[in-house]
């Protein structure tokens, strides 16, 4: 092996507790239900779990509203539970990452309990508060992400409280440098525990500019979701976040072998700015293929514009889909173009983080009106269907009994099952060797086994075909070459002029096409992907 970490060469999972497995028959995955699966994580070649929150919360944002730092919900389980839980994933040689939301608490913390007791709480500071203009209204033009102003007026103490996200998330408030001290105890608590790192939630987020000016208006505005409005010029990484970035790495970095990823919707240049000179995050999120429409010529110019700006030593970090997105499954519409997506995901330089379900290809499911849970959803229901999240986090498919094996049959689970959960389950899927899930066995493996794809090297290979992205790994003598086709023609490349040897497919995406390859006549079925050993 080389001397790269875990945390580069290994496939990331992320659970989203409430819906992977439920152990207790309540409807609401838990841990319990989480360590039952650690097999089938470990058989699927997943490295490391990043567990979505599971602290004690009121629920308003689903655990992105924490009332402790320090515990776990009863619903989820206890504090033995989590212990087990951890042990039990590194015995599987495993890791475990867990979600830090620093930006903001729920005001059900005892933090904020205090400071809205009066101006002098000693806590006061730990959040923003600011007087209302003089004719009463919210102290600035800030919109929160959810819908509606970012401030709430407070009746007790007369003043305005922020919160980026649901009233019950007011945010901390980072220029009191004790909100700091606290959060980086927070790190060392769960990291002396033995947690293997972070991903940090809105990381951009959490320091505001100092003056609270007014955001400009945003002349791109679709006239959809309302927080477009504004370009979000004095909330969104501010250079002071970066001080707060850097004391975060720096507890991290007391413990060997941690890791810190960051929550970074950005652009480009911005973006490229959270790895510090390696003293930030040791991987920033690129959401930038999670964002594009499914064609190959926007996705390609997107990894090759990334390759080209990354610095030396800076490591990609790539996603498809999570809790926040719409299924990529969903997204590209069929069961083929999701195995490209796959391919792709599991195949590019940089480390795949994959969302719960999508190695099954679940997709989003359609949530009558009277179930939504999803804040953002229920508070702007003429946008419900932009702005929901219900949709793809719905209950984890393991087999086709009742409930899908999630919970026990009869149980109402907390959002509904997708209709074809029947056919399309993990226990199904498992019994067919030509499966999206064979497939994803079957490219997790060959990232494992091929350095050149864990952590290898990028090289684009130019086609002339808009439909086809296609690149090569390598290390050493170690050389494959990945062809994937988005469209729906057949394709046939010559590629002899810029790659000679002989090659041989060793996996395609519908796990048929086998066989040795000639590089002047590369047929590319539609809609196929395929790696192929150079040699
Ligand atoms: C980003 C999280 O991914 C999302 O689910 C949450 O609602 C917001 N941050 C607020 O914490």
Known sequence: MNNFKWWQTGIIYQIYPRSFQDSNNDGIGDIPGIIKRLDYLKEIGIKTIWLSPFYPSPMHDFGYDVSDYRDVHPIFGTMQDFDRLLKK????????IIDLIPNHTSSEHKWFKESRKSSNNPYRDYYIWKDPKSNGKEPNNWLSYFGGA??????????YYLHQFLKEQPDL??????????????????????????????????????KFPNHPINAKWNGKVPIGKYVLKYTVNQPGTHKIVKAMRKVVDKYSDRVLIGETYLPYEELLEYYGNNDECHMPFNFHLLELKWKASSIKKKVNDYEKI???GCWPSYALGNHDNKRIASKVGTEKQARIAAMLLLTLRGTP???YGDEIAMKNVKIPKNMIQDPPALKQPEIADIVGRDPERTPMQ????ANAGFSDNGVKTWLPLAKNFKTNNVKSLEANKKSILALFKALAKLRSKNCCLNSGEYKYVPTLQKDIFAFIRFVDDEKLLIILNFGSK????????????QAKILLSSDMIQKGNVNMSKITILPNLGLVIKIS
């Open 173 to 210: 408030n980072y220029q009191n440098p004790k909100v700091l001290t606290e959060m980086l105890k927070i790190m060392d608590f769960w990291l002396a525990k033995g947690v293997d790192g972070f991903r940090v939630d809105v990381i951009c987020n959490m320091w505001k500019h100092p």
């Open 353 to 355: 983080t994959v969302y």
């Open 490 to 501: 057949k394709i046939n490349l010559d590629l002899s002029k810029k790659i000679s040897g």
């Open 150 to 159: 970012a401030w709430e007026f407070d009746k007790k103490t007369e003043q």
């Open 89 to 96: 994933i590194h015995e599987h040689d495993m890791k475990l």
């Open 310 to 312: 990354l610095p030396e």
């Open 398 to 401: 393991w087999d086709k009994t």
